[in-house]
């Protein structure tokens, strides 16, 4: 997806609620967004918004001296997490429909979000999301397509979400490459994140070797270009990676809430929706 | 008011919407945006938020070469307001508190609000306005202070909303200096919008000698400066010209509806309240 106009303004925005993570300071907060408005020039709209979102992202833990400052956020989502699995667990059982519920699951993870929103409540999210129609539904090709994959290439997107991934993963009966970014970036899975929700007991973590926050193919390195080049069937979780990868070629499925007017409106939805959208003609 | 962090993203906002007023030339906007950006590391938290949208107004203007990109829309607001003038004249006869009335017409009107709201629905706004409950309402004070004034200075906001303060101006029966803005600045009232709204009837209409969407005493000329130290009773209209005359001293009553979470905090009260404030102690 490339980077819209209105993009532009929500680059600060994201800015200040990132710094507001690491500081209270006024003056290092305005450093901030000094820093990302002289960027604004150099933003080029071809770009996806999370290579620009790198850029920012990299900043941010310039001036602040924090690597990580969505670390204690992620831990606890993580463990809130990890505590609803068993009822997912038992939810599923009583399904009639075990993979779609754990579609579901895995786009209600997807809530946890804050590089867009601030506030969500994950156990109102899952009731709704259960019951919500989606506004694209691939699903007959998904599954057809999941019948004749012998693997998996799955991109995950934030942290707490990893544990409904792997609820997904489980249902999915195939071998699983979990992707995950390589340095944290907003509250995006990495590899101790992935390992702390039980992804390792159900997949292979593989990290993309960049800290965008959303894949974006032509900064990755051979490893992870050759995985996709190989897969079969790819699931992308959430709006980064739909906006890394919207425009690629590959057997890629995007799970997410659409969280955002621009992405829903490049999606052909509402914002608020849930896709389950196959990148290739049905 | 001084000048929020969070204002900052939001100039970028407020940029791009009157840029597109102007033209839909993608390059062009997103030059504005860049020139908006390098502007922020030169906008100083002390600031009130209005002297910082003069600058901003400024470069709109220089960039796209368009002096007044909201006259079509002022026009056809203040029509629109004149055709609803008879009915509520008619409303302020029924009414038990003429005075009350015409305050909550005056704040309907304050609705007529580019720079930050994109939408409105001017009927459904006076029907709410007219029912609602004040969130600061220093009623009792206007009337007394009202009562040993000789005459009033009223400071205009939007242009449509002129019409709606002309109803206050005819019920508060005391000759009125009417101040406009002297340059067009979003869809803020100027000489010939107040006098297409009728002002020239029931006021003497006098520039502000600024183009800030706001009045900032500092840099109005010294006839303005004298109307303030001169004034016996002050009525300033919407959230502009409260950002700008928040701090000052002499004897002002604010009539607005907040429509930004931070100005609403600035009053301590919740967004989409209506206040009729008076900078004093009570």
Chains 1, 2 share one sequence.
Request: one cysteine or more; hydrophobic letters at 40%; glycine letters at 6%.
């Amino acid at each position: 997806m490339k980077t819209y106009l209105d993009c532009l303004p929500c680059f600060l925005n994201q800015a200040l609620r990132a710094g507001r993570m690491v500081t209270n300071n006024e003056m290092k907060l305005k450093r901030i967004l000094d820093e990302v408005g002289m960027m604004v020039k150099d933003i080029p709209l071809e770009n996806t918004p999370p290579e620009t979102g790198d850029i920012i992202y990299r900043k941010i833990r310039e001036i602040s001296g924090e690597f990580n400052p969505y670390q204690k956020i992620k831990q606890k989502n993580i463990k809130e997490a990890l505590s609803l699995y068993p009822s997912l667990k038992e939810k599923i059982e009583e399904s009639n429909d075990r993979l779609l519920t754990a579609i579901r699951f895995a786009i209600a993870g997807n809530v946890i979000d804050f590089g867009v929103n601030k506030k969500f409540d994950i156990n109102k999210e899952i009731n709704e999301i259960l019951r919500k129609k989606f506004a694209i539904f691939n699903y007959k090709k998904f599954k057809e397509l999941l019948a004749h994959s012998k693997k998996i290439l799955y991109i995950g997107d934030n942290a707490g979400e990893a544990v409904f991934d792997r609820i997904l993963i489980e249902e999915m009966k195939r071998p699983v490459t979990y992707v995950v970014r390589s340095v944290p970036v907003i509250n995006d899975v990495t590899y101790e994140d992935a390992v702390q929700a039980g992804i390792d007991k159900v997949a292979n973590i593989v990290s993309s070797k960049t800290s965008a926050p959303g894949l974006i193919l032509k900064t990755c390195n051979h490893e992870i270009k050759n995985l996709f080049e190989k897969a079969e069937f790819i699931i992308s979780k959430g709006q980064g990676n739909y906006e890394g990868l919207s425009n690629e070629k590959y057997p890629i499925f995007f799970l997410l809430k659409t969280k955002c007017w621009f992405i829903a409106n490049d999606l052909g939805v509402d914002d608020g929706d849930i896709i389950l959208k196959g990148n290739f003609k049905n």
